[in-house]
């Protein structure tokens, strides 16, 4: 017995089959243990793949989407995925709330876990996994500033204007629509033959006070260069004048070198729908077109140079005083910049007075006298033994021991005259111009030595006084009369071929230099849509606003009831834009 026990010892047959029971054992774990795991990481690759998918796109669900939208987008998002009995619950509740929603930004949160069933790892006790998973993603909708500059020259009247006023107010509604307020300004910039600044906006500035006409200010050519008008530099302030007239103080023509009706005038920096549309709708039609100076002030309002004139507007009542650092440093991440251009056709020419020529600065052809009514007031003289005597009688007079005293009767007035030089003699214009031709001999001339009469008059018995008589400038003198009132009175055309063929910017010049401007506003990352109404396709007026966008994509040729498309195309266009920055 002892020797069979001592070799059942010795004898080692079968043992490797146990070794490779248990080794086989630990290889089914360690690949239950990989199996399972990978399972566990597929799974929870999927859950957050679908967790990411749904937040994005409850963060991007459309404007105006409350919170419990937001949520239902999710939880669409899960359901359709058969993945709902994973997602937690979304709190929509209290200050920690999963969803956060606002006109301009949605933030999204939200987490979900799922338990697997194991495997091979149930042999070691594990019955299963966990897959855990928390996304958060916000859409934040940049702050915009928009300069809407709008050709209101003649060619855009009636129907056209009527169509263009009615999509510019839609454009205006959608965009204010989609932003919390004072997170979207929209400035309106009328051009014609040129660009009114409001009052509000002219006093901001550095300009020249030759006049008081208007408010129109002469860029030089190189100020198209630069997408920025210095409030700290003097600017020249273009003169007031017409080619014609409809009669003395009344240069209402559509040749006006600045057109100074209220509803001419830029309206800044505004977040109010009622103002924007009333605005619009009192713009009318008239004059030659200047899209390089529309442009070059479409292009100051969105350039940080002007935050000391917003201030100075703010100041003025003129921007709501909630808006700040307005307009924003170009390249702000946090805001966009945008230019709406619509011209109706081709830049045409514009006349001005040359500069250096003799049509302008002091000592005109005008002269301005001022007199002064005067009533008698008293009759004194000295009495023998002294003292003085008075009386109220004005007969005393005429008496030589009396002296009369007299006194100013209402506001001084003041008439102007015409010098003649050809026939040395002035023509009185006021009293001149009730007559009904023009090319009549019958107006009040008054020759020269007879105005030299005038400073003469000392009001003594009553009457007219003399006060002054001045030459006025030029610039005074032509926003009274025109160079054609000249022309047709005097036969002076000195004055009229130099408003016309002096400095006279043709239509090319003007895209030129509306050409530069676009390429330094574009430059600074302002985004440029430029609309053609009703233009020749291919011709010139498409090219200088297709070259003018930022893109061809950019560019919305259209005729007719199509503007209203256009607009809403760019307002869309302008939405999506600010969802990507």
Known sequence: ARRCLADFRRDEDGASGLLSFYTTFMLLIMAGLGVDTMRQEMERTHLQATLDSAVLAGAGAPQGTDAQGVANIVEDYFAKNDMSAYLHEIDLEGDDADIETSLNATRVYAEASMDIDTYLLKLTGVDNLAAKGAAEAEVSTPKLEVSLVLDVSGSMGGQKLTDMQSAARSFVTTILGQSDPGDSVISVVPFAWNVTPSPELFEALTVTDEHNYSTCIRFDDTDYADSYIDPDRSYQLQEFTSRYDNGFDNLNQSWRTCFNDENAEVLPYSMS???????????????????????????????????????????AEVVDASLNHLPAVHGEAETLKIIVLMADGQNTSSYYMNENGSYLGPNSDMHKVTWQDMEFDYAWRHKKKGGIKTSNDPSKCSKTKWTCE?????????????????????????????????NSDGYEWVSSDDFDDFSELDGEGGGQAFVSSEAVSWEVAWGLISPDFIDDIIGDYGPENDFINSQRDSGSIKDGLMQNICTAVKSEGVVVYTIGYAITAGGNAETQLETCASSLNHYYPTDGEGISAAFNSIASNVKNLRLTQ
């Open 406 to 438: 007299y006194t100013a009767v209402g506001d001084a007035y003041s008439a102007y005259y015409l010098f003649d030089e050809g026939d040395d003699r002035y023509l009185d214009i006021e009293a001149s111009w009730g007559l009904a031709s023009r």
């Open 273 to 315: 729908e009622s103002d924007l549309h009333a605005h619009i709708n009192a713009l009318t039609a008239d004059g030659n077109t200047s899209a390089h100076i529309g442009m070059k002030w479409g292009a100051a309002l969105l350039d940080d140079e002007f935050q000391d004139v917003v201030d100075d507007l703010q100041t």
